[in-house]
Every structure is written in structure tokens, then in C-alpha cells.
């Protein structure tokens, strides 16, 4: 079991007394698997000191605003893959299965596409079956990751530590592709409102457009249903069968 993806999953759960608590547990942990680079362990410092330091009702507070409010960076996996479509209850059902079929039961009320989720599951696979799976959606980790350093947020360090981990990195065009969506602030409710609103981009089979730049062409394209994903675009989330 690897307790980095452990602590990684426990930094993006909601704060509360028991995570401040653990903080320096969870570094020692990381520090003795020394699955990631010094540079890469040492960017998760401030995001440390932030929760075991900070006042829990203003941490709790950042959160909600930052992963809760703001659409463009929720922790649901595929929120940024099929947004409302129909696609995501069945990628859903999947991925549970997924998850049952490793040994891992989840509660009714939990959804399977929540990044602390995936993480805690990761741990208990194999490292190298936990790398291969941390690339499929590693280009949604990289865009959480740039939208969180243009808001000045120690949460980004995690998801460049996830990046880090995966065996397959995001491809830059994507990953610039998906940052050119709406990204509002989270006190600017209108635009809230209106990203909330918009139509989702779907990702799926059925391809016709064989070259990467259909991907492209279709987000930047007013964020219309796209009927499908590049041959050479990431793969989803879950390993084919």
C-alpha cells in the first residue's frame, strides 16, 4: 500500500481537525516512500503549513470556494471529461466496477470519479499499475494545476506531484485546449452561474477525426458536444477491457 497516494488523497479532502492533526504523519510518510523527487516533496510544504497552521473555519472556507464553487476545478473526474451528459453515469458504473473488481467497495453516497477516491484506491494497487492508471487523466491533473498557480493556491503542488507520478505525461495541446474553457473566479457569480450553465464537452468512442487537432477544434468551438476523442488523445480514465 503506498502511503504517499494515501496522503495526497488525504490533502485534497476537506479540512477538518483530524487532517491538521495528521500533517506531520503524513509528511513523515512521504518522506520514507520517497516515490517523489525532493524538489517535488518539498513544493507540498506550503500547502502543509497552510493546514496544520492555518484557522479552520478560513481553510475550510478556501476550499469550499476553490474545489466546490468553481466548476473549472472540481474534484470529480468527469465533470471535465462528460460534464452533464448521459456518458458520465455510465463511466461512473465503470469505474465502480472497477474499483469492486480490485477489492474496493465504495458507500452509496460516494462518487467514484472523486479525485481523494481514485487516490485512495490507487494506494492499495501495485505502484506500477497505480502509475499507469494515474496517467489517464493526468492532463486533467496538469490543467487543475495551472488553474490553481494562477490563483496563487499551495493545493497546486499536489497535482504537479500527480503529474509527476504518471507514467504517461498530458500532452501540452490538450491540456491548452481544456485551459482556454471558463475559468471564473469564485466571487464572481455571474460568471459562476454562467459556466455552470454552459454545455459540456464530451469525450467518447466513435471518433471520426483522427488527428489531434479535431480534439482542439471542438473545445475551442463554443464548448459544443464533441462526438469524440483523437486516436492519439489521452485515454480514459478507466483501462480498457
Not at 479532502?13 to 516512500?33: R, V
Not at 475550510?60 to 466548476?71: A, S
Not at 482556454?180 to 468512442?205: I, K, N, Q, S, T
Request: hydrophobic share 40%.
Amino acid at each position: 500500500m503506498s502511503r504517499t497516494f494515501k496522503a495526497l488523497s488525504a490533502l485534497l479532502t476537506y479540512p477538518t481537525p483530524a487532517l491538521q492533526a495528521a500533517i506531520g504523519e503524513m509528511q513523515d510518510a512521504i518522506g520514507k516512500e520517497g516515490i517523489l523527487t525532493g524538489q517535488t516533496r518539498r513544493a507540498l510544504n506550503p500547502l502543509f503549513e497552510e493546514i496544520a497552521r492555518g484557522d479552520i473555519y478560513d481553510l475550510q472556507e478556501r476550499y469550499v470556494l476553490l474545489f466546490d464553487r468553481t466548476r473549472s476545478l472540481s474534484l470529480h473526474l468527469f465533470e471535465h471529461v462528460h460534464g452533464e451528459s448521459r456518458d458520465r453515469g455510465q463511466a461512473m458504473i465503470d469505474l465502480q466496477n472497477l474499483y469492486r473488481e480490485k477489492g474496493l467497495e465504495i458507500g452509496a453516497s460516494e462518487l467514484p470519479d472523486f479525485v481523494p477516491l481514485f487516490l485512495e484506491f490507487l494506494s492499495t494497487r501495485p505502484l506500477a499499475e497505480a502509475y499507469d492508471l494515474l496517467g489517464q487523466p493526468a492532463h486533467i491533473f496538469a490543467a487543475l494545476a495551472e488553474r490553481l498557480r494562477k490563483r496563487k493556491s499551495a493545493y497546486e503542488a499536489v497535482f504537479r506531484a500527480l503529474v509527476a507520478l504518471a507514467k504517461d505525461k498530458p500532452q501540452g495541446a490538450v491540456v491548452a485546449a481544456m485551459l482556454e474553457g471558463p475559468d471564473p473566479d469564485a466571487d464572481d457569480l455571474v460568471a459562476l452561474d454562467a459556466a455552470w450553465e454552459d454545455e459540456p464537452v464530451h469525450f467518447g468512442p466513435g471518433a471520426l477525426d483522427s488527428c489531434k487537432d479535431g480534439l482542439i477544434t471542438r473545445i475551442r468551438a463554443g464548448r459544443r458536444p464533441a462526438p469524440g476523442m483523437p486516436a492519439n488523445a489521452p485515454r480514459p480514465i478507466l483501462p480498457n477491457r
